[in-house]
């Protein structure tokens, strides 16, 4: 009998650990994206200098994309959110991360195939 406890001690241990240790379902949705990009509208369709605001929210982008799935998807929300705006300039959306001090690979872009991002 204390050795059939042991045992299945054991297997609810490994089958806990395996729970774990699996990836976790992309988590990033559309709507988090655009809202975390939303105070950059005014930088990617205007100009000047990205506001704090814009640069918090490519952070918080940077931040919810941790897995390269969620990279992807969150590339891929971008890329849908550029193509909805005609006034969006390419090279602000480029540069957008670099003028925020912002190392990340989800680009900003209409041109973007989102499914080579790792």
Do not use: W
């Not at 193509?83 to 925020?100: D, F």
């Amino acid at each position: 009998m204390k050795g059939a406890a042991a045992i299945l001690i054991a297997f609810l241990v490994a089958i806990a650990t395996v729970n774990f240790m699996a990836e976790p379902a992309s988590a990033v949705t559309c709507a988090a994206v655009n809202k975390a990009l939303a105070p950059c509208l005014s930088y990617l369709t205007g100009g000047g200098a990205p506001s704090s605001e814009c640069c918090n929210g490519v952070r918080t982008l940077k931040s919810m994309a941790p897995t390269t799935t969620d990279r992807q998807t969150a590339c891929q929300c971008a890329k849908d959110a550029a193509s909805r705006n005609p006034n969006l300039r390419e090279g602000a959306a480029a540069a957008l991360p670099s003028k925020c001090g912002v190392h990340t690979n989800i680009p900003i872009s209409r041109n973007t195939d989102c499914s080579s991002i790792s």
